[in-house]
């Protein structure tokens, strides 16, 4: 977050509310996906179901697992995104050029 204001503050741009509940969002979106991973891969999702009488398959497993790495992978996207826009205008706005990172990649 303070990167992002920084590099709008730098290309003489005021942050924008909507972009800043994007960017937080993004960052529980992410540590949320990382949690459900966890708890799949270590069987604490199954033996939550178990407890409360819900029958979980393996392929309800799976379905969980491959959620939570799309949560993971679109909040990453997002985060990467938002900042490397921010970048890139304070970069266009810069007298002095600003070292140019490599894009991202996912």
Known sequence: MAFHVLCLAAAKQSPVLSQAIELVISAVGASGGIKICRYVL???????????????SEED????????FALIWLSIDTITRRLWAAYRAARSSSP??????PPPTL
């Open 61 to 68: 497993v799976i379905y969980f697992l491959v959620g939570a």
């Open 42 to 56: 270590s069987g604490q999702l199954t033996e939550a179901f178990k407890r409360n009488s819900v029958p979980l």
């Open 96 to 101: 002095v050029p600003l070292p140019v990172p």
